[in-house]
């Protein structure tokens, strides 16, 4: 069994900067891809970036490109999400995941265990 517990979430203004991360406990992940997904009220999850078990590919949706940056230390078991200049529509839960799969980052069939959420809110 393997818990992924999400931290780091808050309340922040626009222009702000937060970091989110991701501690797996019952199983190494190592050998696995990992993703951050969110979710805004009122719509579907959706994906905000992936990166490889060795941290040497990393994925992003358009938004998040330039703002965000995802990271691993799998010494720590740990992914991270750094983000930058938040903006308004950033406001979410903001999950993590296991990646099992490796044939398209962004879809969260490709994973199966999943966080409890951090919420992220950004004030404009």
């Known amino acids: 069994q393997v818990q992924l517990v999400e931290s780091g979430g808050g309340l922040v203004q626009a222009g702000g900067s937060l970091r989110l991360s991701c501690t797996a406990s019952g199983r190494n992940l190592t050998f696995y891809g990992l993703g951050w997904f969110r979710q805004a009220p009122g719509k579907e999850r959706e994906f905000v970036a992936a990166?490889?078990?060795?941290?040497?590919?990393?994925y992003y949706t358009d938004s998040a490109k330039g703002r965000f940056t995802i990271s691993r230390d799998n010494a720590k078991n740990t992914v991270y999400l750094q983000m930058n200049n938040l903006k308004s529509e950033d406001t979410a839960v903001y999950y993590c995941?296991?990646?099992?799969?490796?044939?398209?980052?962004?879809?969260?069939?490709?994973?199966?265990?999943w966080g409890q959420g951090t919420q992220v809110t950004v004030s404009s």
């Open positions: 995941a296991r990646r099992i799969f490796a044939m398209e980052p962004s879809r969260a069939l490709e994973y199966d265990y």
């Open positions: 990166i490889s078990r060795n941290g040497d590919a990393t």
